[in-house]
């Protein structure tokens, strides 16, 4: 992985945090992602995956209404109509259920941690310049 930070030095407000990041993440299969954040840029909530035929596009993707996801191949575009649903209650609805039934949620601790992971070999490939390896802990 490797990740450039920008943090300008006479904006108070970027003390603390970068302004924006950018970083490659390559994965075992050899897909590659491209992401960037900034906390000072026109807002932009899209999440595009390009493929061989094809791509998905989810604009906006990180809100939690009018999400808008169309699927391209083959030179045609449509849209896929999606459902609405209030993610906070089906959260809280899931773990209750999880909780009561001494089930394993869909999304355990574990992939909290390896999140954490990634976001520290970010902070490090940004920090050091060279490209780094996202620990297995």
Same mark, same amino acid.
């Given at each position: 992985?490797? %990740?450039?930070?920008?943090?300008?030095?006479?904006?108070?407000?970027?003390?603390?945090?970068?302004?924006?990041?950018?970083?490659?993440?390559?994965?075992?299969?050899? #897909?590659?992602?491209?992401?960037?954040?900034?906390?000072?840029?026109?807002?932009?909530?899209?999440?595009?995956?390009?493929?061989?035929?094809?791509?998905?596009?989810?604009?906006?993707?990180?809100?939690?209404?009018?999400?808008?996801?169309?699927?391209?191949?083959?030179?045609?575009?449509?849209?896929?109509?999606?459902?609405?649903?209030?993610?906070? %209650?089906?959260?809280?609805?899931?773990?209750?259920?999880?909780?009561?039934?001494?089930?394993?949620?869909?999304?355990?601790?574990?992939?909290?941690?390896?999140?954490?992971?990634?976001?520290?070999?970010?902070?490090?490939? %940004?920090?050091?310049?060279? %490209?780094?390896? #996202?620990?297995?802990?």
């Amino acid at each position: 992985m490797a %990740a450039f930070a920008r943090r300008p030095k006479d904006d108070p407000r970027f003390r603390e945090v970068p302004e924006g990041v950018s970083f490659e993440l390559r994965l075992p299969s050899g #897909v590659l992602a491209h992401c960037d954040c900034s906390f000072d840029a026109a807002e932009s909530r899209r999440y595009r995956v390009h493929g061989r035929e094809g791509f998905i596009d989810l604009d906006p993707a990180f809100s939690y209404r009018g999400l808008r996801l169309s699927v391209a191949k083959g030179g045609r575009k449509e849209e896929v109509k999606l459902t609405e649903v209030n993610h906070f %209650a089906s959260e809280m609805d899931h773990l209750s259920t999880c909780v009561l039934r001494k089930k394993e949620p869909l999304t355990p601790g574990e992939e909290g941690l390896a999140d954490l992971r990634v976001i520290e070999a970010i902070e490090r490939a %940004a920090e050091s310049g060279r %490209a780094v390896k #996202v620990g297995r802990g």
